[in-house]
């Protein structure tokens, strides 16, 4: 298999040059710690928490110095890590968001499976540590990972509950249902409890990725890009999907609904007190236990009651981590690496993680010891993430995608989606041509990566 075009000129950069014998090391050098790089994709809270790690780490021995750095959101900094590939030079770790993930897989020359780092370095890894949503998405066939699951979450519905009960709203019975979500939104704009009634980020992820989840739809042949690189979108002529584009578009009308933009922007919105409610990430709780100064409850993603078995799961977001190969890159490199890695999937860093952030456990026994503790009793909400994932209805399609190229697909959805509120074309042609266009960055995946 030939890698994705950003890796071509690297192609004699193998796993076997990267991970052949131990390098002898001179004895000054051996005095020096040797520096584990590590990128990452987060800001704020989860960037200087996941930055505090690596010194904790740092301080519990001497052998290895891990620096952590953020080179940019998620896009971005994929793009600085090839360049930084195609020099010989790439971060020892990466932290890269799902979306990627279809790219990072097929770059079997550019990555070391983490499961394959930890058999180098002779430390017990066993993927089915890691919560099952986490290691199907990240995972081969044999059951090894190809990534080590980290900031694991998904949608959830936070809404403000000083509002609702200004809107004559009950503040402990969120919106299940569409419906009862534009009821809602409604009658906060209707008794101006809020400039706006509902907000969302990441409209992509959130309202085609997680929706389709949610309703067990198909929006791509293969199984969302599971089965083969030969897949293709399938999104017109999609009712459901239709009608919540639609919904969006109608809601705007009297602020039920405004549009945040493509990335996070919209939580601003929420956490400041103009919107009511919101759809996000559940990683992003505590910027809002951060900001918000009014009193606010956490909900699963709405469902449109007639989908017939919905609500289903919703499926994993965030990010994993990637290890990079590197002609010179030697074993007691990698050996570090695996040690750093096995420090964050320790119980102590991913509860704290979790409890911090409000990202998801992406350990069985870092979950477990959280309920064992009380966490979830003392914190009523929190478990909501898990249940979305874990616990609701599996389907078909409710196990995520790995398209090619989703980063640049992502933006094709946002642009289509932004004509149909503005009102410059319809919800199904906004559908129409995402599929259109974003099957021809699938097919021009496919003949740089197959």
């Known amino acids: 298999m030939r890698l994705p075009s950003p890796f071509l000129p ?109 058999k180098r370095a002779g430390l017990q890894f066993n993927p089915a540590d890691f919560i099952a949503p986490a290691r199907g998405y990240y995972g081969l066939p044999n059951g090894d990972l190809l990534s080590m699951p980290f900031n694991v979450s998904t949608t959830v519905l936070f809404y403000n509950k000083d509002a609702f009960r200004k809107a004559g709203l009950d503040p402990n019975k969120p919106p299940q249902t569409w419906p009862q979500l534009i009821d809602a939104a409604k009658k906060i704009r209707s008794t101006n409890a809020a400039a706006c009634g509902y907000t969302t980020t990441w409209m992509a992820w959130v309202m085609l990725e997680q929706f389709a989840s949610r309703h067990n739809i198909a929006f791509g042949t293969q199984g969302n890009g599971r089965g083969g690189l030969d897949a293709s979108l399938q999104l017109a002529n999609n009712k459901v999907l239709e009608r919540q584009l639609q919904t969006l578009v109608d809601m705007q009308k009297d602020k039920s609904f405004d549009y945040g933009g493509r990335s996070n922007d919209a939580a601003a919105k929420f956490i400041s007190g103009e919107c009511a409610m919101l759809t996000q990430s559940s990683g992003g709780l ?15 993603l709405p469902h449109w009651p007639d989908v017939k078995g919905a609500p289903y799961a919703t499926t994993i977001g965030g990010a994993s981590l990637w290890v990079f190969n590197a002609p010179n890159r030697s074993q007691a490199e990698f050996r570090g690496v695996a040690q750093f890695l096995n420090f964050l999937r320790s ?90 266009r974003g099957n021809a960055l699938l097919r021009a995946f496919e003949r740089t990566a197959g």
Not at 378 to 399: C, F, H, M, Q, Y
């Open 10 to 118: 690297l192609r004699r950069a193998t796993l076997a040059a990267a991970l052949g014998a131990a390098i002898a090391l001179p004895a000054a050098a051996q005095q020096r710690p040797i520096e584990i790089q590590m990128w990452m994709g987060l800001t704020g809270q989860g960037g200087e928490l996941l930055t505090r790690f690596g010194e904790d780490f740092n301080k519990t021995q001497n052998e290895y110095r891990v620096v952590v750095s953020f080179k940019g959101q998620y896009p971005e900094q994929r793009a600085a890590a090839v360049a930084a590939f195609r020099a010989g030079n790439p971060p020892h770790i990466m932290q890269m968001f799902d979306a990627g993930s279809g790219d990072m897989m097929q770059a079997k020359g550019a990555v070391v499976p983490v499961s394959e780092v930890f």
């Open 286 to 300: 505590g910027a809002i236990t951060q900001g918000a100064k009014f009193e606010f409850g956490t909900a699963q």
């Open 347 to 436: 119980d102590k860093v991913m509860t704290e993680w979790a409890k911090t952030t409000g990202f998801l456990p992406a350990t069985n026994s870092a979950f477990k010891a959280m309920q064992d503790e009380g966490f979830f009793a003392k914190n009523p909400g929190r478990d909501v993430p898990i249940l979305s994932l874990i616990n609701a209805a599996k389907g078909e399609n409710t196990n995520g995608y790995r398209f090619g190229r989703w980063t640049e697909i992502r933006d094709v959805f946002h642009e289509e989606v932004e004509k149909a509120l503005q009102g410059a074309q319809t919800p199904a042609d906004a559908l129409r041509n995402t599929e259109r």
